[in-house]
């Protein structure tokens, strides 16, 4: 199997985890979406256990480069915090979908520990920088009323991923901004 295929497999199942969750979709639905034999997916992806992995893998690093590039884009932690929201709020794709890390925790029983210290992982790279971001905020005058960045970084995120849920949960992104109307009005971009 190419590469081409291998990353049409992850883009297909990505699309299908975040629209219905990891339970939502199986090899014989991959297969198909591809047009490939469900036998050749298993060459890659033995398991439905190891695609997860991949998928966290990739995801992790997509959303740490998008950060990367949100700190080159903008010097000011309140631009910064401005622009993580938008991305997470992209990522509802009008209310359709959730962001993966989001998606895998709702089906969290369903995967196994190895998937389980990835998305633990990919938590600690974004309370890193947010906690980052906060502490540039303060630094800049960008965020108002930041007194503790570690904290303000585990309820930004903890609003951030349920702002996603609360959207999904009714097709509509306006419950998102409805929900982090007041973290993102206490930015100075």
């Known amino acids: 199997m190419n590469t081409d295929t291998k990353s049409a497999l992850l883009d297909s199942a990505e699309h299908a985890a975040r629209s219905r969750g990891i339970d939502g979709f199986s090899y014989a639905d991959l297969a198909t979406a591809v047009g490939i034999r469900k036998a050749s997916i298993h060459y890659h992806f033995p398991s439905k256990a190891d695609l997860s992995a991949a998928l966290m893998d990739r995801y992790h690093q997509s959303v740490e480069a998008a950060c990367v ?22 990522a509802l794709n009008d209310g359709q979908t959730l962001c993966l890390c989001v998606s895998f925790i709702m089906g969290w029983e369903s995967l196994h520990p190895p998937v389980h210290a990835k998305i633990d992982s990919f938590r600690a790279m974004m309370l890193d920088w947010l906690t980052a971001t ?19 970084a585990h309820a930004a995120l903890a609003m951030l991923e349920g702002a996603q849920i609360a959207a999904r949960a009714c097709a509509d992104p306006a419950r998102f901004d409805q929900s982090v109307r007041l973290l993102l009005a206490r930015c100075d971009r």
């Open 69 to 90: 590039e949100i700190d080159h884009e903008h010097s000011r932690g309140g631009a910064r915090l401005a622009a993580v929201i938008a991305f997470y709020r992209a």
């Open 134 to 152: 906060f502490t540039r905020g303060l630094a800049d005058g960008s965020i108002r009323a930041v007194e503790d960045p570690s904290a303000e």
